[in-house]
Structures are given as C-alpha cells and as structure tokens.
Nanobody, 125 residues
Framework: QVQLVESGGGLVQAGDSLRLSCAAS????????MGWFRQGIGKEREFVSA????????YYADSVKGRFTISRDNAQNTVYLQMNSLKPEDTAVYYC??????????????????WGQGTPVTVSS
C-alpha cells in the first residue's frame, strides 16, 4: 500500500523557518522524483520544489528560490523541505508527491501518481 505522510507544518511568524518531512512507503522510493506542491485557500495547487530520482537534481519555483531547500534520504524513504525566511504568502497546505522516473515534467501535477494528505503551513505577518 502506497503511503506519503507529510509532517512538520504549523503556525509561524514571518521570517521564521519550518522543516517539512514526507515519509514514503509502499513503492521503490529511489526510482521516484519527489515533489512538493502547495495550495492556498481559493488558489490552484502550485509547484514548489522537486528533487529527481537518480542524481537528485533539485528544482524550485521562482517564488521560493533561495529560501527553500529540498533534500531526500533514500535510505529513510523520506523527502524534506527546509523553508527559511517564511512569508505570509507562503501560507498554504503543502503536499508531497511522487512521480515515477520523471526528470523533465517535475513541475507538472499530472506527472505525479502518488500524493500525501497535506500539511498546513500558516505564516502570520
């Protein structure tokens, strides 16, 4: 049974940091590109960051570049998102997702076959 379980969300103030984790099970984690997406209230789900399978190349949305860092631990089947210098506009539910051997379509929601339940992040001003 495939599971993606996010954790680490919460309520913080602007400028604070959070570290999200996503624990995966039920599939060969190392063969999947892992992505983070977010969805604010009344907004569409958007790409935040991804780290590819294989050589673990990291990609970021322009809005988070320089503030967020994605990493993965294939031994622990876990992907992380370190979020620094948080802003109120980062407020959203953050979702972890997995895409099988995807290298070029990492921004495309439809490339991801497995999704977590999401963890909320609220940044107050």
């Amino acid at each position: 049974q495939v599971q993606l379980v996010e954790s680490g969300g919460g309520l913080v103030q602007a400028g604070d940091s959070l570290r999200l984790s996503c624990a995966a099970s039920g599939f060969t984690f190392s063969s999947y590109t892992m992505g983070w997406f977010r969805q604010g209230i009344g907004k569409e789900r958007e790409f935040v960051s991804a780290i590819t399978w294989g050589i673990s190349t990291a990609y970021y949305a322009d809005s988070v570049k320089g503030r967020f860092t994605i990493s993965r631990d294939n031994a622990q089947n876990t992907v992380y998102l370190q979020m620094n210098s948080l802003k109120p506009e980062d407020t959203a539910v953050y979702y972890c997702a997995a895409a099988y051997r995807t290298s070029n379509s990492y921004r495309n929601i439809r490339a991801y076959g497995y999704w977590g339940q999401g963890t909320p992040v609220t940044v107050s001003s």
